[in-house]
């Protein structure tokens, strides 16, 4: 099968439209294009020229291979006249080995089972105190549940005092909805700056710390590099968060799920696992080839920019039964919604543990959980999810009851 290349008015262009990501069936095109251009080129436009690859092994391939494709200059697409992105070489995400492995291992610590071992009864008590203030208050836009729950968690694992957690949540919001880099907030910049600085005249035991005192090839980071790092890690924990609240929604279009999860609380690692492939929050990564490549008879030149949709990949028909079913017992379910290879998801099991513990907290504490108000969803095509999500919750008031209505 050949791919032909379609001008930027064709609809198969709509697939980094954001409008399309917000009213409109992504879904719908990734299928198309998984059976009938599967690696697909679009001339350039606004965006510069791009491949789209929807399938789930090609996509795996490329994420293996960092050498051939690289993270360096850019792992989102950008309006063309933007260039390439400015962190480029820099940030854990956007550097290429071996420079990559040396900033990951400064950082991996942090992240490791064994760290958010240690974390878990404070990540349980921050999800139990979440649901617990939903509660009182009759209910919530789930959106900033989950925001606030999994923006206290990091906070905490960077050495954000508690008494900044909320600026520094405001500021990452307004970033997030204005949909620019969190780099472009002064405040929130201005405030990691100082707390470089605080670190750099008294270590403590946080993850600014590690990055202001660490080393790559021998040498300390830049100050730029280090406020890079830190805007990196805040910055990727939206796919958590969007996660969290995508998962919230799948429970309540799918109730009989729900109540097999409160039936069988066995299944919640595995709901787990199939709540990130459904809501498969980050939307697409990008890599740039280093070298010519052919796949599926496309040959793709040095230079070009390569999309990888991981939603497409983790529907993808060849891989996974029955993909558009949600099913909290699917195994296998070998999803790559948190990416292969060298940049495997270095949040992936916190994230997984934020999950277990919200969604143990909503089992354990609510009764009836409705929707109390329309979804709207992110307008992006590099993160997904809902962007409101209001809710009413009741208490559980005896040990049978609880559901969705
Ligand atoms: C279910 C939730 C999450 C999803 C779906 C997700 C998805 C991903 C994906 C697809 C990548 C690879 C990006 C690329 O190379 O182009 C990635 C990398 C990364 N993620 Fe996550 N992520 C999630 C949660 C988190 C959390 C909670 C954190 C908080 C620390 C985080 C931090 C990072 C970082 C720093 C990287 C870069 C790793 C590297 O390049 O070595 N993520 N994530």
Redesign the pocket.
């Known amino acids: 099968m050949t791919a032909t290349a379609v001008s930027p008015e064709h609809p198969l262009s709509r697939i980094a439209d954001p409008e399309l990501h917000v009213s409109g069936d992504p879904h719908a095109l990734w299928r198309w294009m998984r059976e009938f251009s599967p690696v697909h080129r679009h001339e350039a436009g606004e965006l510069p020229a791009f491949w789209s690859l929807t399938k789930y092994e090609d996509i795996r391939s490329v994420?293996r291979d960092p050498g051939d494709f690289s993270?360096a200059r850019g792992?989102l697409l950008r309006p063309a006249r933007l260039g390439d992105d400015p962190g480029g070489g820099l940030t854990?995400?956007l550097?290429d080995p071996p420079r990559?492995k040396e900033l990951?291992s400064l950082?991996a610590d942090w992240?490791s089972t064994r760290a958010v071992r240690m974390l878990e009864d404070s990540i349980r008590t921050a999800a139990r105190t979440a649901v617990a203030r939903a509660l009182d208050e009759g209910g919530c836009d789930f959106v900033h549940l989950a925001g606030r729950f999994?923006h206290s968690v990091?906070c905490g694992?960077i050495g954000i005092p508690e008494r900044d957690h909320e600026d520094v949540y405001r500021w990452c919001e307004e970033a997030f909805s204005a949909h620019t880099s969190l780099a472009a907030h002064p405040q929130l910049m201005e405030y990691f700056m100082e707390l470089l600085y605080d670190r750099m005249a008294e270590p403590a035991d946080d993850l600014v710390s590690a990055l202001v005192n660490g080393t790559v090839h021998g040498e300390l980071l830049s100050e730029h590099e280090a406020l890079l790092n830190c805007e990196?890690?805040i910055g990727?924990?939206e796919?958590?968060r969007?996660?969290l609240i995508g998962g919230m929604l799948a429970f309540l279009q799918h109730p009989d799920q729900w109540h097999r999860l409160r039936r069988d609380r066995a299944l919640l690692p595995d709901a787990v696992e199939e709540i990130?492939r459904w809501?498969?929050?980050?939307t697409h990564?990008?890599?740039t080839a280093t070298r010519p490549r052919v796949i599926r008879g496309e040959r793709i030149e040095a230079g070009d920019r390569v999309v990888l949709w991981?939603p497409s990949a983790n529907r993808d028909e060849d891989i996974f039964e029955d993909p558009y079913r949600f099913d909290i017992a699917r195994r296998p379910n070998r999803h790559i919604?948190?990416?292969s290879g060298?940049?495997?998801?270095?949040?992936?099991t916190?994230?997984r543990a934020?999950?277990r513990a919200l969604f143990t907290a909503l089992l354990d504490s609510t009764g009836v959980i409705e929707q109390a108000g329309p979804v709207t969803r992110v307008r992006s095509n590099a993160v997904n999810g809902p962007a409101a999500l209001p809710v009413r919750l009741t208490p559980r008031t005896t040990p049978g009851d609880g559901g969705f209505s």
């Open positions: 994420y993270s792992v854990l995400a550097s990559h990951r950082m992240f999994s990091i694992i990196n890690i990727a924990t796919n958590g969007l996660a990130v809501t498969s929050s980050a990564s990008m890599r991981l919604a948190l990416a060298e940049h495997f998801c270095i949040g992936s916190l994230a934020e999950m």
